[in-house]
């Protein structure tokens, strides 16, 4: 298991923190994840690589980067 950080842009409400959970946890349901909204961060616990979350965060309109 490694913890990545994600700088995660875009994210404006409660909502926009659930959708970018839900991506995360699409590409692997066991990843312990911890949104921070106000910081614009997203530590993500897993065995999955960063591209994996990266490309579901911006499937689903938001920016993300390592
Ligand atoms: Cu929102």
Redesign the pocket.
């Known amino acids: 298991m490694t913890t990545i950080t994600l700088t995660v842009t875009g994210?404006?409400?409660?909502?926009?923190e659930k959708?970018v959970l839900k991506a995360i946890q699409s590409i692997d349901a066991q990843a312990q994840a911890t949104i921070n909204r106000p910081a614009g961060t997203a530590c993500i616990t897993s065995e999955q690589p960063p591209d994996m979350f990266i490309a579901a965060i911006v499937n689903e309109g938001y920016s993300a980067c390592v």
């Open positions: 994210m404006t409400c409660v909502h926009c959708a």
